[in-house]
């Protein structure tokens, strides 16, 4: 069984710009989380995604977006980058079953830093 | 507004004892809790979890007490194992909103020999 994968993981920007980072679900998972853990802090929900569609959003602005493909695989992409946007980025992938996934698998993360 | 919460950054246990990891949280919605484990340069693991409508939950060393009145959960680890070092994240969730986590800062467990 496969493990939820994501990439790149490293990588630098600068602020202004746009970054995709991407993900790949664990086997048989159809529901992808996204994750946003800043620096001594607890992970903050982004948004979810369900069958390609989002499927609830946290506090975050427009410019944080996704995808999901039929596949199960995932995009994150973040416009106009600032740099309170440095974190790291965790992609979770779940089951769902009567529209719950609580227990998530996470990826080791992509380490976004914003200068 | 942090609805989960770890007051405690840090833990120090001997090998061999009882680590207790403590959590409150303040919405009374959350109906499932979760307990994570996350080594440095990975995501976090999951651990254990338990449903409101119960009060405890077991797996091997690992131990989860919920108390719905006080709105605390806390996690066990019996006997400690220096390979338990990691930071221990807390987490919950209600029905409605999907399998959304909501998380607290996490606190570092470090077991020593």
């Known amino acids: 069984e496969t493990g939820v994968t994501q990439s790149p993981t490293h990588l630098i920007k600068t602020r202004g710009q746009q970054v995709t980072l991407r993900c790949s679900s664990q086997?048989?998972?159809?529901?992808v989380s996204w994750y946003q853990q800043a620096l001594g802090q607890g992970p903050q929900f982004i948004f979810q995604?369900?069958?390609?569609?989002?499927?609830g959003r946290g506090n975050f602005p427009p410019r944080f977006s996704g995808l999901q493909f039929p596949n199960y695989s995932s995009e994150l992409n973040v416009n106009a980058l600032e740099l309170d946007d440095s974190a790291l980025y965790l992609c979770a992938s779940s089951t769902a079953t009567s529209g719950s996934s609580y227990e998530q698998y996470f990826g080791p993360g992509t380490r976004l830093t914003v200068t | 507004d942090q609805q989960v919460k770890q007051n405690s950054p840090s833990l120090s246990v001997q090998e061999g004892r009882i680590s207790i990891l403590n959590c409150d949280y303040t919405n009374s919605m959350f109906d499932y809790f979760l307990w994570y484990k996350k080594y440095p340069a990975e995501g976090p693991t999951f651990l254990i979890s338990?449903?409101?409508?119960?009060d405890k939950n077991e797996d091997g060393r690992f131990t989860v007490f919920l108390n719905k009145s006080a709105k605390h959960l806390s996690l066990h680890i019996v006997p400690s194992q220096p390979g338990d070092s990691a930071v221990y994240f807390c987490a919950a969730s209600r029905g409605s909103t999907l399998g959304r986590l909501y998380f607290g800062r996490g606190t570092q467990l470090t077991v020593w020999p």
């Open positions: 086997s048989g998972h159809n529901t």
């Open positions: 338990i449903s409101s409508i119960k």
């Open positions: 995604y369900y069958r390609e569609e989002e499927n």
